[in-house]
């Protein structure tokens, strides 16, 4: 049974997702997979590339360099409040509340493992590491939308957690659960013109004297021009 579960059923679907490479003509047999697999494993084992926009795995959880996936510097008109040009840019930052809570979540889960007993919380862990860990042993440039397997799990203990307080400490655990919702809210609201390339002024994407009183879009900016192109800018979000 495990065997049926862990490799052939996998290997049927993975070979099935290919599909359209064989219906096109592009694979002619199960040797031409083969052969795909091996040379996609040469060439990112062998890429020496690297990229202004890249990160190392242990940075991900903390947004620590977000990619720019969008920029427009002109023609967007002027900010009528302080007569800056308009900027659009769209970052794949995530949700900074939902991410940073996350992280103790999800280092928590081996207590909930151990003392508690809680299958729920091994699955989610098991999940993590198993999505996560791996991107440490790569040796090519990385990016942070690398960590979307691991990220679901990150969630998913966030959910855990607040739901662990909530049902067994209702009096005051509920009330958390809903105030890290509603600032979950609030975050996505502040940090929507982000991810939707809303076109903004430049003191309200940069921190500067015309940036509005609740600051601008991007907090960190610990971004040092003299780093050569292979070393990462780290905590920089611009």
Not at 3 to 10: G, R
Not at 120 to 138: E, M
Not at 185 to 206: H, K, M
Request: charged share 10%.
């Amino acid at each position: 049974m495990l065997v049926l579960a862990f490799a052939i059923i996998p290997a049927g679907v993975y070979i099935a997702s290919w599909y359209p490479f064989f219906a096109r003509g592009q694979f002619k047999s199960l040797a031409d997979l083969i052969a795909y697999n091996q040379e996609a494993y040469r060439y990112h084992a062998n890429l020496k590339a690297t990229h202004p926009y890249g990160s190392p795995w242990w940075s991900w959880p903390l947004l620590a360099r977000p990619v720019l996936y969008y920029a427009e510097y002109t023609n967007l008109g002027t900010d009528q409040f302080s007569g800056q040009p308009l900027y659009a840019l769209s970052y794949n930052l995530g949700n900074p509340w939902i991410w940073w809570t996350s992280i103790p979540c999800v280092l928590a889960l081996p207590y909930f493992v151990i003392r508690h007993r809680s299958f729920p919380a091994a699955v989610i862990l098991v999940g993590f590491i198993t999505l996560y860990l791996p991107w440490s042993l790569i040796t090519r440039v990385l990016f942070i939308y690398e960590m979307i397997g691991g990220l679901i799990f990150m969630v998913l203990a966030l959910a855990f957690v607040l739901t662990w307080f909530a049902e067994r400490a209702p009096s005051w655990g509920r009330k958390v659960a809903i105030a890290h919702l509603a600032l979950a809210v609030v975050f996505f609201i502040y940090f929507y013109p982000v991810w939707a390339a809303l076109p903004l002024s430049e003191g309200a994407w940069f921190r500067g004297t015309d940036s509005p009183p609740w600051g601008p879009k991007l907090w960190l900016t610990n971004c040092d021009p003299k780093l050569s192109i292979s070393q990462p800018q780290l905590f920089c979000w611009n």
